[in-house]
């Protein structure tokens, strides 16, 4: 007997990118930014004296940074994410200890909590009631109402950071893939520059499709945000150029 229609493929896709929207956009935009200030550094110095030399450097820098800087990111995320699922555990066990130890203190606790939330006195502390009789439930909501976090659950470390440097190199690729196949010349960085726009707004469309933002919000914060930080690349190399 069906209880109802069957989760379409296409909607398990988007609540796995959901699940890891932070760690795509916060990889790939910085893969986008970190590849491309080298390339618009290099732009802006004049690094293509001899066209041989400029193609080379740009891609060996480029894929230093893309590689190392892909890397660091990937673990730093991965770190960040034990350092937090760790505080989940501690505090968790602290609640549980602290509901073993007083659930009558903390079914009234959690009473006026719900009254705070909306619920009428006499049902919340019948909701109360019940959550005192379910430690483990009760501990999970305590946390989340009372300092934000969550149980531990979900993706684990390894995942978040494996999600964040592939984000990282993938959508960093964007500002080199010109100087794959083109000589390194002025019109070359253009092709660049529209790649890198492209890579930064199919990443705004991203967000896009798996938050409820408005379609200009989410390309609008993107681009702006990305063009911000080529502009400043590009004026470093500019200035020492300048020099």
């Known amino acids: 007997m069906s209880l109802g229609p069957?989760?379409?493929?296409?909607?398990?896709?988007?609540?796995?990118?959901?699940?890891?929207?932070?760690?795509?956009?916060?990889?790939?935009?910085?893969?986008?930014?970190?590849?491309?200030?080298?390339?618009?550094?290099?732009?802006?110095y004049g690094a293509e004296g001899s066209a041989a030399v400029g193609g080379v450097a740009v891609l060996l820098f480029g894929?230093?940074?893309?590689?190392?800087?892909g890397t660091a990111m990937g673990l730093g995320e991965y770190l960040s994410s034990l350092s937090e699922e760790d505080v989940c555990?501690?505090?968790?066990?602290?609640?549980l200890a602290e509901i073993r130890?007083?659930?009558?203190?903390k079914a009234a606790e959690a009473g006026r909590r719900l009254v705070a939330r909306g619920l009428p006195g006499a049902e919340a502390r019948e909701v109360a009631a019940v959550m005192a009789?379910?430690?483990?439930?009760?501990?999970?909501?305590?946390?989340?109402?009372?300092?934000?976090?969550?149980?531990?659950?979900?993706?684990?470390?390894?995942?978040?950071?494996?999600?964040?440097?592939?984000?990282?190199?993938?959508?960093?690729?964007?500002?080199?893939?010109?100087?794959?196949?083109?000589a390194p010349v002025p019109a070359t960085f253009a092709v660049s520059v529209a790649a890198t726009a492209a890579a930064m707004a199919a990443l705004g469309l991203l967000r896009w499709r798996v938050t409820n933002q408005t379609l200009a919000r989410c390309l609008g914060e993107t681009l702006l945000v990305g063009g911000l930080c080529a502009a400043v690349a590009y004026a470093v190399g500019w200035a020492f150029r300048a020099v």
């Open 101 to 105: 130890a007083g659930p009558e203190a």
């Open 89 to 95: 555990r501690a505090t968790r066990a602290r609640e």
């Open 63 to 69: 894929l230093a940074n893309l590689l190392a800087d």
């Open 133 to 182: 009789r379910h430690p483990e439930f009760m501990a999970d909501f305590m946390m989340q109402d009372e300092i934000g976090v969550g149980g531990p659950g979900g993706a684990g470390a390894a995942v978040r950071g494996l999600f964040t440097f592939v984000a990282f190199v993938v959508f960093g690729l964007a500002p080199l893939l010109p100087y794959f196949v083109l």
């Open 6 to 44: 069957p989760r379409r493929a296409g909607e398990h896709r988007i609540g796995r990118v959901q699940e890891h929207l932070k760690q795509i956009v916060y990889g790939g935009n910085d893969g986008i930014v970190t590849t491309f200030a080298v390339v618009a550094g290099f732009a802006g």
